[in-house]
């Protein structure tokens, strides 16, 4: 079995800081890409960031040049700058996982982490 637990969020001021981590446990698998997703109250789940070891980041147009996805190989990590209130969500840890043995790649989420972006 694979998990994936994130650690680190919380409650923040506009234009503060917090760092978030996610880290992919079990045995016997191998993981492609990792990244973040969001979600808000009464809003669809939307994507954040992605990464794959040694590739170029990608992220979505509202957290470009403000949060910075860093990778190893079996954990993601999410520094965000500069919060803003419109950040609040929880944020989910995503990976593309393959189990040894099995022939398929599947998309693995984590439980979330609140971080909440209020004065």
């Known amino acids: 079995q694979v998990q994936l637990v994130e650690s680190g969020g919380g409650l923040v001021q506009p234009g503060g800081s917090l760092s978030l981590s996610c880290v992919a446990s079990?045995?016997?698998?191998?993981?492609?890409?990792m990244g973040w997703y969001r979600q808000a109250p009464g809003k669809q789940r939307e994507f954040v960031a992605r990464m794959v070891i040694g590739g170029t980041p990608t992220y979505a147009d509202s957290v470009k040049d403000r949060f910075t996805i860093s990778r190893d190989k079996n954990s993601v990590y999410l520094r965000m700058n500069n919060l803003k209130p419109e950040d609040t969500a929880v944020y989910h840890c995503?990976?593309?996982?393959?189990?040894?043995?099995?022939?398929?790649?599947?998309?693995?989420w984590g439980q979330g982490t609140q971080v909440t972006v209020s004065s």
């Open positions: 079990g045995s016997a698998f191998f993981i492609n890409g």
């Open positions: 995503n990976a593309n996982i393959r189990r040894r043995g099995e022939a398929t790649w599947n998309e693995y």
